[in-house]
């Protein structure tokens, strides 16, 4: 997505580490209508799959969750860091690693709103390694859910963890994909 690479160049910082900061558009400030341009691409993207849930894990990929699944007229189920009073009775659950923490974290979800025989759609905000998208295809195997595939605003590729779900099989689509980064200079995937 064009429009993707010229967000990321114009208002992307880079932190050490490997980190990209999109606190202006993404993560921290929304820009609305810039999510709505990248919900209706992942929504075009996905329209033929039979999408019946779109899942996701809090917080930062609940944005970008909620504005596909209001461009495909699907619920949005996001997987909780931290089983509270709030999430009562069975769950599925699975630890995910995190990038930008380097710790590792239980995520939940109720059994109630993942079902056998949903279809889910994978959203999030950033592709790095690729833990948290595993843990919810896990989280929806448990469930006995099928995995449509994934779609993720921005993907690391210099990191790996897309193409290692492509070589399993699992559809990823990524509305832009960073091949290289340094303080200066972002190079995308054509
Ligand atoms: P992965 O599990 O694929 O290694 O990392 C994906 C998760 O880590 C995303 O849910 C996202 O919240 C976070 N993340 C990974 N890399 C970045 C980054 O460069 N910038 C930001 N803001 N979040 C990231």
């Given at each position: 997505m064009q429009l993707m690479e010229e967000k990321i160049i114009a208002e992307g910082q880079v932190l050490p580490g490997g980190i990209l900061k999109v606190g202006s558009f993404l993560n921290q400030m929304i820009d609305t209508?810039?999510?709505k341009e990248m919900s209706e691409e992942i929504a075009r993207l996905y329209a033929d799959c039979g999408v019946s849930k779109i899942l996701t894990i809090e917080s930062s990929g609940i944005s970008i969750a909620t504005a596909v699944g209001m461009q495909m007229g699907v619920p949005v189920v996001f997987a909780k860091?931290?089983?509270?009073?709030?999430v009562d009775g069975a769950v599925y659950s699975t630890s995910v690693h995190s990038f930008t923490h380097n710790t590792d974290y239980t995520v939940v979800v109720s059994s109630d709103y993942l079902l056998a025989g949903d279809n889910v759609l994978l959203v999030d905000d950033f592709l790095a390694n690729g833990k948290a998208l595993l843990g919810l295809i896990d989280l929806a195997e448990?469930?006995?859910?099928?995995?449509?595939?994934?779609?993720?605003a921005i993907e690391k590729g210099f990191q790996g963890g897309g193409d290692k779900l492509r070589a399993q099989g699992v559809r990823v689509e990524s509305l832009a994909i960073i091949d290289s980064m340094t303080d200066t200079d972002v190079t995308f995937r054509p």
């Open positions: 209508a810039f999510l860091k931290h089983k509270t009073s709030n448990q469930a006995g859910a099928s995995v449509s595939g994934a779609a993720v």
